[in-house]
């Protein structure tokens, strides 16, 4: 896998101790997000915060969770990017304004957040990051409704794109989803207490109950009059739920848009399989986010799965300048080839999606030298051919190896004996509601334009979470 994660958020109420099922939730959602961390909770009257850089298992320790009393807490997991790593974006995003105080916590992307910013600036309004995040935030200080319910509805009419949110003041913790529903939220129940979760999976390490999706364009609201559900809009169909939660970010473990990401994960390997068929001795996976297609891939196929490649799990961030002879030592450092079951193999490799096609040129090259006799590829995707603008960091259109080359020249590239992506139909026809699916990286069909796309803008961060402002010259072409 060669895309970046996105964002985890996580949010409690009624917790006797929402800071440590925070830790919980946000710990098992940390493949959504490695770069910082932050819980911010609510004793009812007071707000307690921490935030840092790093792995969940770094950036807290017992005394600072004793430190974060309170039965209200919502949570965010930062993905990994080069720019824009200070300590003023690390979410959650607290505000005091004039309903008091307001934390967000947001996963996905706005995309008229530059326009929206360059507007309350022009009027005067301070920002402190340059998280799109918290143009919500500015949105919710300067509304007229009269109530904090109205205000925050009328703030999510506003802004356009990706968001799913969670929200803290002193005495709630709310939830909205945008009205195409792009990114995932679910809502879970921990005997009297009420949990939000970009993933289901956060709720089994607590023992929680899986309740259901936050509906595109509803607004949760979990305080002391008890649960309000509202909608800030009716949800605009299709619904552009991203397919990329089920090839390669969500957990196969979790369930996502209602359905179970390891069944439709399978699913993908079976199709796979059946449109293009091979020879081979073994079938391999590029552990761990292909594991699952793979095994759906070997059990159409009936041609046996086998560990060929070992993932080491604890590759952090290396500083190393390698000598010359180190080839491929970035690649190596997280995948060891296992020799005695590659020898002499015919072998099919499975990945999810092929980016760049920097790295799987050097893993065939390490499977080569490993003594696989022939090596036919197949991806669990179609070729990515465009960027995202919804949250996921994908590089600019022309980085991405589809977008400028065939099926055939990548393969050549790659080095490999055959290479296979899935067809679109073919991914389509592995999840329930086809028509419900946002596909554009792969076609090109944005769903949602970015606000100023015809003009050349500046566009210096892809992140996931809503970083930076401006838009990429190549949205829309
Ligand atoms: Fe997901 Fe691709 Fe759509 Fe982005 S463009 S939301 S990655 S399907």
Redesign the pocket.
């Known amino acids: 896998m060669k895309l970046k994660e996105e964002c985890a958020i996580f949010g409690v109420y009624g917790a006797a101790d929402a800071a440590q099922v925070a830790y919980l939730g946000l710990y098992s959602l940390q493949h959504r997000g490695q770069e910082s961390s932050g819980i911010i909770t609510s004793d009812g009257d007071r707000i307690h915060e921490h935030r840092a850089i790093g792995l969940v298992a770094k950036v807290y320790d017992r005394e600072i969770l004793e430190n974060l009393p309170g039965r209200l807490a919502i949570g965010h997991n930062r993905y990994s990017t080069t720019g824009f790593s200070s300590i003023a974006n690390i979410q959650p995003l607290l505000v005091d304004c004039k309903i008091g105080k307001i934390a967000v916590a947001h996963n996905g992307n706005l995309v008229n957040a530059i326009e929206l910013r360059r507007g309350m600036e022009m009027d005067g309004s301070i920002f402190r990051s340059t998280t799109d995040s918290e143009v919500i935030l500015h949105l919710i200080a300067r509304s007229r409704q009269s109530t904090r319910e109205e205000m925050i509805m009328e703030a999510l009419r506003k802004v356009k794109g990706?968001f799913s949110l969670v929200f803290l003041t002193t005495d709630t913790v709310m939830a909205a989803r945008d009205t195409r529903g792009?990114r995932p939220l679910c809502l879970g129940r921990l005997d009297d207490a009420y949990l939000f979760a970009s993933e289901s999976c956060a709720f089994d390490i607590i023992g929680a109950q899986y309740m259901r999706d936050v509906a595109p364009g509803e607004l949760c609201v979990l305080g002391p009059g008890g649960p309000k559900f509202m909608r800030f809009a009716e949800p605009e169909e299709p619904l552009?739920r991203?397919?990329?939660e089920f090839i390669y970010f969500s957990r196969p473990d979790s369930k996502v848009f209602g359905e179970n990401v390891d069944k439709v994960r399978r699913k993908l390997g079976r199709r796979l399989a059946e449109e293009s068929p091979v020879d081979a001795d073994i079938v391999i996976a590029v552990p761990d986010s292909s594991n699952t297609i793979a095994l759906g891939f070997a059990e159409a196929s009936k041609i046996p799965f086998e560990l060929g490649l070992i993932r080491n799990h604890y590759v952090g961030r290396t500083f190393i300048q390698p000598r010359q002879s180190m080839r491929d030592w970035d690649v190596r450092i997280k995948f060891n080839p296992v020799r005695g079951v590659l020898k002499g193999k015919k072998i099919v490799v499975v990945d999810d999606s092929i980016v760049r096609g920097s790295t799987m040129r050097k893993l065939v090259s390490i499977l080569r030298q490993a003594g696989a006799d022939k090596i036919h590829l197949r991806i669990g995707s179609p070729p990515i051919t465009?960027s995202?603008?919804?949250?996921?960091d994908?590089p600019t259109r022309g980085e991405l190896i589809a977008s400028n080359h065939s099926v055939e020249a990548i393969g050549e590239y790659l080095g490999v004996d055959s290479l296979h992506y899935l067809s679109r139909e073919g991914l389509l026809t592995c999840v329930e509601e086809p028509h419900n699916?946002?596909?554009?990286?792969?076609s090109g069909q944005y769903p949602v334009i970015p606000d100023g796309c015809l003009h050349k803008d500046v566009f210096e961060d892809r992140t996931g979470c809503g970083e930076g402002f401006g838009v990429r010259e190549d949205v829309g072409r």
């Open positions: 990706a792009f552009q991203c397919i990329f465009h995202c603008y919804y949250g996921i994908t699916y946002c596909v554009a990286c792969f």
